[in-house]
C-alpha cells in the first residue's frame, strides 16, 4: 500500500509539472517552438493534461500559429478534446 501511494504522488507531481510546462508553451510568443512542443507532449500526462494540450494544438491549427493552417484537422483535434473530458471543447 505504501508504495501504491509513493507511485501516486509521483504521478500527482509529474501531472503538475507537465501542466506547468503547457502553460508556459502556451503564453510563449514563440509559436513554431511551442506548437512543436505541444505536439511533443500531446500523449503525456493524464487525460485532463492531455485534452488541454491537444485542444491547444487544434486552436492553433486553425489559426496557422506556429504551423500550416489546417482547419479540419484542427476541428478534430478539438473533437478529440472534448471527448477526453475538456468541457470548453465541446463548444465547437
Known sequence: MKL??????AENEYNRQLNKTFKVAYA???Y?????FL???QNEGNNFTKSKV???????LLGGFGCKQ???QGRELIKKASTLGL???TTW
Open 87 to 89: 468541457t470548453s471543447a
Open 4 to 9: 501504491k501511494k509513493i507511485f501516486e504522488e
Open 39 to 41: 505536439q511533443s507532449i
Open 54 to 60: 491537444i485542444n491547444k494544438i487544434g486552436m492553433r
Open 28 to 30: 510563449s510568443d514563440d
Open 32 to 36: 513554431k517552438t511551442a506548437f512543436e
Open 70 to 72: 489546417n482547419i479540419a
